[in-house]
Structures are given as structure tokens and as C-alpha cells.
């Protein structure tokens, strides 16, 4: 399944290991965004299917991004990813792809 995943956490080295799992997979295409002003001109200017909200963002900025997400493509599909390994990972953006 083919799809694009916009990343959005706020640790660069977790960001790289999570980037090169995502885009490791067959048809998955990851962008990750370090900021909530990156993440949110990242997905105004792309077709995402997924966003992954991983650790570091406060909860403030979490419900702020998800609400203008939301806004701007009501089936946008949004995960929060706290860690658990890749196994995990890619059980929970599978999941959340096929809802």
C-alpha cells in the first residue's frame, strides 16, 4: 500500500531512526517535521495520508496540529508514537492505514 506519512517529533536523532524505518518499507514515503511551523507548512504544501505524532510534543501542540489537520482534511489519519520499537512502528501506521 502505498502511502505518505508526515513525522512530527522533536528529537533529530529518533527522527532519523524513525525516517529510515518508515521509508525503509515498501511504498511508505515519510517526511519528518522537527517543528510545529515545519509540520504544519509541511502538510499544507502535501497529500499526506498519515501523520505520526511522536514524543516531545507537548499535548498543547498536539491537539493545535491535529485540529488544523483535521480542518484541512477531515480523514486524515493521525497516530501517536511514543517508542516500542519498529515492530510496533509498523504495527500501528498499518493499522491506522487501514481504518
Do not use: C
Amino acid at each position: 500500500m502505498e502511502a505518505h506519512i508526515l513525522v512530527i517529533g522533536r528529537h533529530p536523532e529518533i527522527m532519523d531512526v524513525i525516517l529510515r524505518l518508515i521509508n525503509g518499507e515498501n511504498g511508505w514515503h515519510a517526511t519528518g517535521a522537527l517543528t510545529n511551523e515545519k509540520a504544519l507548512e509541511l502538510f499544507n504544501d502535501n497529500n499526506f495520508d498519515l501523520v505520526l505524532i511522536g514524543g516531545g510534543v507537548d499535548e498543547e501542540s498536539l491537539n493545535d496540529l491535529a485540529n488544523h489537520f483535521k480542518n484541512k482534511n477531515p480523514a486524515i489519519k493521525i497516530v501517536k508514537h511514543y517508542g516500542g520499537g519498529s515492530g510496533l512502528l509498523f504495527n500501528e501506521i498499518q493499522e491506522a492505514l487501514n481504518k
